[in-house]
């Protein structure tokens, strides 16, 4: 019986499309991973041969289901009508990627049938030949055109994701760039690192002290006492191999403020002279990288800007150094393109935390450059060189494609006598034994027989120029390899090389002739021989005398019309670089001209064209044409640009253009010229457009000038305004997109419109940072629901809310060092930090990338608080919180945010590394539960479940390690509003709600998994539930009562202990440390108390002070009143004295006391 496979499949992409086709699968045929599109339709023959030899016996076609989609390409059996799908029937034909077929054949003869070479595992060397049947002829087209297509995707993709962020287990590492150095060479002096941080030091004017690199100061004699022995270094010649021109174009910066390019003509001068250019970083920039190394390249990521600061593959890092006195420092030399195709050494230095982390670096790059070195020569495709085996049958395969069954017998048994009288006679058995029926059948035995044979020999072929010089290796197969075939692989190892030296020698004589002619002469036989060439390539496949006579005109022609030259690189690559890859106007094959056969028919064409002036012409505007005559005009030689008749015309105008076009003109668009009338051959020639006279340009007055300059900088004004506000849109958009994909959760508590009125409206007040909300309210608004967008903002509202509620903090504070400072520094926290950065959220889309954006904010935050608080540092869990107050709002408001949290709100004690706090806070959690659920912790306590066992994980993280994110942020909310204790209140609620299920279990492993596993997936009523049971449980003076409850145990437990001295002793030191460290607590507490009382008694005096003033205002105020009112009296009684009418009385107004 077979073996059972089952394949675990990747799920498609929602934008994937696949393709399901019904087929007949032939048969299929194991074969070298070397064979070409001319062996395949032997190969199919054979295939097809074989299945109908096994049809005689059993079924040989058996229908299938080819699934074609970019994630794969799958083979199933197809199940009869009557039967039910079946996997120990239906598995897998065979099932591989899109890019794995690299060849794909189409027969011509049959069109329903076709072929798909899949390459088999890169080591074995071998390759898989399907052949289907299709039903109709019209399918083959469309279900090749899917594999390919299908193919160009998966390839797209691969490219679009690189492999390094997709790999998990690339080492990364925390470090400072220091700077850079050009250098004259890409081996290093042992001292050279340390010359690099003087070189820096002395450049930025003392700014690299010694105290910021950690390392002690250079004694003056130092540079006299010669080359020291080196710490750490090494080079890797493996994979120093000299990458192509394109390899030094791509790779390079991408991103970084101080990775300024260098002065290409400065480097080339300095490093003639001998001298190296130094350029250290800004100290007042964020130096702080990210070193990952990867499979095959070194990245350095900034976590600041979020982008790759600088990429460098293997193949280009030729030297890695450690400091000698800086035994904190590394460095790596590369190279890196510079001015006119060359390139320069450059060494990037950087510091670490200390020395075992520089340690851990050099090893980790040792280890990388000898993994990547063995697995690109595995790696390695096997190329055909002149003397493999492979290589004749492929030969033999083109010469006979297309032949008749006679003609292809005749060149067999050619080919055949050049094998030995035993592998004749070996083919010539087994030929006699399957007695053919036909000619067709007997070459295609032979065909098949053959491969067998060249393929077995392949094995065992060592290609020319893996040993020693393709010369030497050529001498030594005369006598060694293939004995009875080495003469004819001599003889055409000869001829090639006869054939090249007397093209370079024609080609340069040629050249030389081109430039000594006319430029009238390069463009009238230019056009001219483009012309007869293209049409004779038209019809014929070999290219034609004409056309061989024509490519080194044409290619001398474009080198003198500006085209640039093959740029000179280092001599050591030539002997690993391939030949340079042709120009678009080189990109035809060279052929051998000789100068003693000058073909006729192009020199009359070309005597005509030059004796006869009054023949019509039509003028065509091409690109070469106008650059000889500006080359004409400068030199003071008149060119003469030829014309064209109307023939030449209407044929230039309907003529597919083709590959080996010598004329960047001829690929113009002639259909925009219009319908052009043919000319009389009586018309003259006239020098014109093509739609008449061009009339000549009026010189422009300056007026005219001064207003086009105007106009053209209000265009360039408006044009960069434009250009402004696209950004901000972009930018817009893109914090939009950010904004959506950090808080892509569902929601537990919907917030209605009236709550969310409200939350906008405390919001929006002005100086609410200054202003007291009544508690109730914003205990009723958090009840209610919080708005997910508005979540963060809330978040920092409520912090606000609770400074002005406790102006004067019970708890120490943290230095107020600015959080971008912090970022600059080195943390000794990194490899905690790095690792638990791929296993905070996994699943979420802003922290599922590799070293992404959600990673690297993550990354500086929880840096910088280990920075803040060097008790704490960093500790497990941590990150989650981070998290989940990142997924809210900004970098840096986040870490304020988590500074809250920990200082003000009390989370800071549990994460201290003795943990003492959390043992107390598991001790509350037991209280609790035997306080409120007694039948609940009976049925835990019997089975020794304690809280440590389920509950650690949800004071460490509150709760966002195991539950769905839209609790866990209502969660946060009553955090922010009552503190530290929601946390015990929701695991008390949530233990309690699920009381009845838990005592259904019976066993220890079933209710830890049921509390790990099935308590997390909460529905929505449910968590509901839970939150509404929290506010309105109120447990903290049970908290304190437990907590001074447990101290008291654990001291009566040490006293009464039968322990021995020494036990007593270690525990006697247990507890005096925390009662130290809580005597330090109440001394805090103390200090922040008497701080308290002293800023109260100020404020007293204060106010008694303003007090006595406002007595004495007031009894002014009295005395004043008092005196006006005597004036008033007068006043009325002068009045009554005069006779006057008696004016209303004024009533006294009362007084204010």
Known sequence: MEPITFTARKHPFPSEVSVEFSLQLVGFLPVHSLTTMPMLPWVVAEVRRLSGQSSTKESGTK???????????????????????????????????????????????????????????????????????????????????????????????????????????????????????????????????DECIEGFSHVSGGGFSSDQLRAAPQPPGDRERGPRPMRKSFSQPGLRSLAFRKEFQDAGLRSSSFFSSFEENDIENHLISGHSIVQPTDIEENRTMLFTIG?????????????????????????????????????FICRESSGGGGFHFVCYVFQCTNEALVDEIMMTLKQAFTVAAVQQTAKATAQLCEGCPLQGLHKLCERIEGMNSSKTKLELQKHLTTLTNQEQATIFEEVQKLRPRNEQRENELIVSFLRCLYEEKQKVHVHIGEIKQASQIAAENIGSELP????????????????????????????????????????????????????????????????????????????????????????ESHTAEEPAVLSPQQGFRRRANTLSHVPVECQQPLQQAQGSPGVSQRKLVRDFESKASHLGDASGTPVKTRRHSWRQQIFLRVATPQKACDSPGRHEDYSELGELPPRSPLEPVCEDGPFGPVPEEKKRTSRELRELWQKAILQQILLLRMEKENQKLQASESDLLNKRLKLDYEEITPCLKEVTTVWEKMLTTPGRSKIKFDMEKMHSAVGQGVPRHHRGEIWKFLAEQYHLKHPFPSKQQPKDTPYKELLKQLTSHQHAILIDLGRTFPTHPYFSAQLGAGQLSLYNILKAYSLLDQEVG?????????????????????????????????????????????????????????????????????????????????????????FPLGFVARVFDMIFLQGSEVIFKVALSLLGSHKPLILQHENLETIVDFIKSTLPNLGLVQMEKTISQVFVMDISKQLQAYEVEYHVLQEELIDSSPLSDN??????????????????????QLQVANGRIQSLETTIEKLLTSESKLKQATLALELERSALLRTVERLQGQTAELGGPEPDPVPPEPADH
């Not at 400072?176 to 690192?193: E, N, Y």
């Not at 230019?526 to 044409?554: M, Q, Y």
């Not at 988590?898 to 001790?923: A, E, N, V």
């Not at 959690?925 to 994980?953: F, K, T, V």
């Open 484 to 571: 009875s075939s080495a003469t004819r692989f001599r003889l055409d190892m000869l001829k090639n090389k006869a054939k090249r030296s007397l093209t370079e020698s024609l080609e340069s004589i040629l050249s030389r002739g081109n430039k000594a002619r006319g430029l009238q002469e390069h463009s009238a036989s230019l056009d001219l021989d483009s012309s007869v060439s293209s049409t004779l390539g038209s019809t014929s496949k070999e290219p034609s005398v004409c056309e061989k006579e024509a490519f080194p005109i044409s290619e001398s022609s474009f080198r003198l019309l500006g085209s640039s030259d093959d740029l000179s690189s280092d001599s």
């Open 874 to 962: 960093y500790c497990q869990g941590l990150s989650f919180v981070a998290g989940i107050l990142l997924l809210h709002m900004g970098e840096e408001e986040a870490f304020n945010m988590l500074k809250f949290l920990m200082f003000d709100m009390g989370l800071r004690k549990q994460y201290r590394p003795d943990m003492i706090i959390l043992q107390i806070q598991m001790y509350q959690l037991s209280r609790l539960l035997h306080d409120y659920h007694r039948d609940l912790y009976n049925h835990l306590e019997e089975h020794e479940i304690g809280p440590s066992l389920y509950a650690a994980p949800w004071f460490l993280t509150v709760f966002a390690s195991q």
């Open 295 to 331: 499979q095959s390249e070194v990245y350095l990521i900034s976590p600041d800007t979020k982008k790759i600061a600088l990429e460098k593959n293997f193949k280009e890092i030729s030297f890695c150094s450690q400091g000698i006195r800086h035994v904190d420092h590394f460095g």
């Open 63 to 193: 229908q299938v289901h080819l699934c074609v989609s970019p994630s794969g390409l799958r083979c199933e059996p197809e199940p009869g009508k009557s039967q039910q799908w079946d996997p120990l029937i239906c598995s897998s034909i065979f099932e591989c990627k899109p890019q794995r077929v690299h060849r794909l054949i189409h027969n011509s003869h049959d069109p329903s049938y076709f072929a798909c070479l899949i390459k088999d595992d890169a080591a074995s060397q071998q390759s898989i030949c399907y052949v289907f049947k299709a039903d109709g002829q019209t399918k083959v087209p469309e279900i090749i055109s899917s594999i390919r297509q299908a193919g160009k995707i998966a390839r797209q993709d691969e490219l679009r994701c690189p492999s390094e962020f997709d790999d998990t287990f690339a080492k990364k590492f925390e470090v400072l760039f220091c700077g850079r150095v050009a250098v004259a060479h890409r081996k290093a002096p042992p001292a050279l690192i």
């Open 1063 to 1084: 036990q007593r002793m270690d525990r006697l030191e247990k507890t005096n440390s925390s009662l130290r460290k809580q005597n330090l607590d109440l001394l805090e």
